[in-house]
């Protein structure tokens, strides 16, 4: 077997290509145990996202887990399935065409934006070869994710970096690491609590739910921690919010290892018991609403929150469309691009001149 793929077909004359790919953590096919079951068998094999030893974790993920979750996923899923699909795929894909239109409108044209998820698809190896086809020399990878974590930002790193192992032209890569204190980014939650807070009034406290990971992770150097923490500063100085009015949680755990604390629904219910009668939840970890958040946090923790004594539960939804939110991810990309912005918009002339040298130079062969 060859070691490298064959290359595309070229013409020479071609130009090359500027490619912006936005990418998620993933969704299911469907809200079924059998489309649950390789998903949730790609996500927990990732050596990033489970760091067990794989002879002790093998026979517990084939031999429990996937025999019995995916029902369960399933379930969830179904609970907050859209008629188009799953929210995190149609959120995705809405913010990458927005962005394509909001890069245009700022003058950056010939930019071809796409979009994968890292465990499902459409995957990041099928995204880059069609990239690839499309003579993309330079490509801005853009993890979804604003705090960076070794399991979530470090993974798509790695997925890039492997599906590229076969390829023998290889072409330039970038990559967003964070914008956990992006300016644009800190604006545009605040905006989107401001405009719920209008429309709702405002809660006696505002908890910012974060995606936990185990505590090993914190203690071993991972910055998402204090990345998250730094949002949530930044966010409450933006609303004008005294320290005691912000609470940062973890949720999401997994297993019966010590994650990130305080753990985001025992917390809620600590509120309700303690009297707290209402409360706004948001999730600032996610740009774009899920499984994590639609379930998780507003069907869950809302049920949880009420049982124990509160009486309303807020939930703050994710940026998605929000045209504060695109307008900042236009600006990351574009501080991100940087010179290759200038060769992503060649002169009309020069490009004609290349051409028909390229001709020329066939012609004499």
Not at 18 to 27: I, M, P, Q, S
Request: proline share 7%; glycine share 6%; charged share 20%.
């Amino acid at each position: 077997m060859a070691r490298y793929r064959p290359e595309p077909p070229y013409a020479h004359g071609t130009p090359a290509r500027t490619a912006v790919l936005l990418v998620n953590l993933g969704t299911p096919a469907a809200p079924t145990a059998a489309a649950l079951r390789p998903y949730l068998k790609q996500f927990l094999s990732d050596p990033r996202v489970v760091e067990i030893p794989r002879v002790l974790w093998w026979p517990i993920l084939h031999g429990i887990i996937l025999n019995t979750r995916p029902k369960k996923s399933a379930e969830k899923y179904a609970s907050i399935w859209l008629p188009e699909g799953s929210p995190l795929k149609v959120h995705t894909e809405k913010q990458a065409k927005l962005l394509a239109g909001y890069l245009g409108h700022a003058g950056v044209s010939d930019i071809q934006v796409a979009w994968a998820m890292r465990y499902g698809d459409p995957s990041i190896s099928q995204t880059l070869q069609r990239l690839r086809e499309a003579h993309c020399t330079r490509i801005l990878v853009v993890p979804m994710y604003p705090q960076y974590a070794a399991s979530t930002t470090a993974s798509v790193m790695d997925e890039v970096a492997r599906c590229m192992l076969g390829w023998r032209n290889l072409p330039e890569i970038r990559f967003v690491r964070s914008f956990h204190d992006d300016p644009g980014y800190i604006a545009a939650l605040a905006q989107s609590v401001r405009d719920h807070w209008a429309r709702c009034g405002r809660g006696d406290k505002l908890v910012m739910s974060f995606h936990g990971v185990p505590r090993r992770a914190l203690d071993l150097g991972d910055p998402y921690h204090c990345e998250c923490h730094k949002t949530a500063r930044l966010l409450g100085e933006a609303l004008g919010l005294p320290a005691e009015r912000v609470l940062v949680t973890f949720q999401s755990r997994f297993g019966k290892a010590e994650w990130l604390k305080p753990y985001t629904q025992p917390m809620l219910e600590a509120l309700a018991a303690s009297g707290l009668r209402r409360v706004d939840v948001m999730c600032p970890g996610f740009v774009a609403d899920c499984l994590e958040t639609l379930e998780e946090i507003a069907m869950e923790c809302r049920t949880a929150y009420i049982a124990a004594g509160g009486q309303q539960f807020e939930y703050i939804p994710c940026l998605n469309e929000n045209d504060a939110w695109i307008e900042a991810l236009s600006r990351i990309v574009r501080a991100h691009l940087g010179n290759w912005l200038e060769l992503s918009q060649p002169d009309a002339q020069a490009l004609a001149r290349t051409r028909q040298r390229a001709v020329e130079l066939g012609a004499q062969r």
